[in-house]
């Protein structure tokens, strides 16, 4: 057994084994697909949204976790509070996640340090990998070095377009084109006032400067090359030009960079779409930076794992991540909404350096904003093909996934027995990977996590374990049921 993969049976935490036990019990009498995200019918109601975590599903199954928590209290001594994804709780006091809405989540995600700490420490897999040990260090501790004392990051950036090629020097910086703007990160507490600052967000707040988009931003050809999408308004990879204390501009990723693409054969830009073309082994060779690990990525890989070793993911695509039951191939992160804003709050702040933080409304936002993408999916298939394609899918595919778009818990690594590389990482490693949502799974422009397989026909291939090894499930199709599962397989998710 792999030294990475008994982390579980060997943390010294007395209660851990018992943690386990109770979630299975409690799934066992009001299951995960139950309580799980589905896609909610847009409520009549002003400002509703749509494809939250349903409160009362979420607090049925919370008050199992802490009926079995208090049972085992009473044997063991230890009161285990905040189990599940939805019960990012504050331990004394104050409602739990689950009994709030989606936007008084929120408020109290910026009101409350308790409620932040008992959000992040609900959702870690694995509390001692790197990711875990440096969050729980810092995040929302109540010490003096904790994030929470950092400055709030309020910068003054604008798009990059087609416009400004040749305007940045050979470091990416250039003189001011105007005034700095006026401060737009914060927004009034309302769905959509939260979507607009969350989308604003997004495209132009700066993750971080960065000398290495020079060559991008002086020519197309160069943006092309290095998988940077142009959209039809002329804005430029999501790259922004970031105006900074010394009076001068420097171009700087944002979240958009990644996290949004043009189809082949163009179109409007795709929010949350996988910018599957990107290249980041490309993009060092043009700055003439040679040696890198990054030279033997495929285009839509990036590893953010900061863990020494190559081990490059696929960028993911993020219309299904309500959907989704963990954030990170490697399922270090169980999912919900306030998992999701906390993952963004630090990601920015280590994109920074921990040198500053975003301000936690603006956090918030986007991660409603993505919560709420629309998910892409082709008209529903005909009534004959859809049954075929529907039985072959519950044979095939159900035990994992479902046709709501939710999915099964994790599983261990060597079960799918592709890549093991991302689920070992020492930063990440929980030694199992997450289930992909299908959602949306024929708009895709990459398959399994590390971007190996480039549609769903190449995916079911009897022939792709030659040099795509893993996940053999439906290989043993007869040519005409994989056409019939495909077809179905673009209508996820079903309403």
């Known amino acids: ?7 579980e049976l060997r943390r010294s935490k007395p209660y851990v084994g018992r943690v386990r036990f109770i979630k299975i019990a409690c799934k066992k009498s009001f299951t995960r697909r139950q309580f799980r995200a589905t896609p909610l019918r847009e409520q009549k109601s002003e400002g509703a ?3 939250f975590l349903d409160p009362r599903r979420q607090s049925r199954y919370a008050k199992c976790m802490m009926s079995m928590s208090y049972k085992f209290a009473g044997v063991f001594g230890v009161v285990l509070l905040g189990l599940s994804v939805a019960c990012g709780s504050e331990p004394a006091g104050g409602p739990r996640a689950s009994e709030l809405e989606p936007i008084e989540q929120g408020r109290r995600y910026v009101e409350s340090p308790e409620f932040r700490r008992g ?13 875990s040990r440096t969050r729980l260090a810092h995040y929302a501790t109540g010490a003096p070095d904790s994030w929470d004392a950092l400055p709030v990051r309020r910068p003054s950036a604008s798009p990059v377009t087609t416009a400004d090629f040749g305007s940045f020097d050979t470091f990416g910086r250039r003189e001011p084109t105007g005034a700095p703007a006026s401060d737009p990160w914060s927004a009034e507490w309302t769905h959509d006032g939260l979507i607009a600052l969350g989308e604003r967000a997004f495209y132009t707040y700066p993750l971080r400067v960065d000398g290495r988009l020079a060559p991008v931003v002086e020519s197309r050809e160069n943006a092309e090359r290095a998988g940077f999408w142009v959209d039809e308004e002329g804005r430029v990879g999501g790259v922004v030009a970031e ?17 949004a693409s ?34 033997g990525w495929r285009p839509g890989q990036l590893d953010p794992s900061q863990d020494a070793t190559d081990n490059p993911t696929k960028i993911p695509d993020l219309r299904a991540v309500r959907y989704q039951s963990h954030l ?3 399922a270090s992160v169980a999912n919900s909404l306030m998992a999701l804003t906390v993952r963004i709050e630090t990601l920015l702040i280590v994109s920074q350096n921990a040198t500053a933080r975003p301000p936690r409304q603006l956090a918030f936002a ?4 993505l919560w709420n993408l629309p998910v892409t999916k082709r008209e529903q298939a005909s009534e004959q093909a859809g049954e075929a394609g529907r ?23 060597r079960l799918v027995g592709t890549d093991p590389a991302a689920a070992l990482s020492p930063a990440r490693t929980t030694g199992r990977y997450r289930i992909p949502s299908l959602a949306g799974v024929g708009d895709r422009p990459y398959l399994l996590h590390d971007a190996s397989v480039r549609s769903l026909d190449a995916f079911l291939d009897p022939e792709r374990p030659a040099t795509v090894p893993g996940h053999p499930f439906g290989l043993d199709l007869s040519a005409e049921e994989r056409r019939a599962l495909i077809g179905f397989l673009h209508t996820l998710p079903l309403d």
């Not at 043009?262 to 980041?280: F, I, Q, T």
């Open 1 to 7: 057994m792999p030294e990475t993969i008994g982390w």
């Open 49 to 51: 949204s749509r494809g």
């Open 119 to 131: 959000i992040l420490e609900a959702s870690l897999e694995n509390p001692d990998n790197l990711y």
């Open 243 to 259: 105006w900074l204390d010394n009076g001068t501009e420097m171009a700087a990723w944002t979240c958009s960079t990644c996290h």
């Open 262 to 295: 043009v189809r082949e054969g163009g179109g409007p830009l795709v929010s949350g779409r996988s910018n599957a073309s990107l290249d980041a082994g490309e993009l060092y060779r043009l700055g003439g930076i040679e040696g890198t690990l990054a030279e």
């Open 328 to 330: 990170h191939a490697a």
């Open 366 to 369: 986007m991660a409603y904003y």
């Open 391 to 413: 039985a072959l899918f519950e044979t095939n595919c159900s035990r994992c996934h479902h046709t709501d778009g939710s999915v099964a818990e994790p599983v261990d690594y």
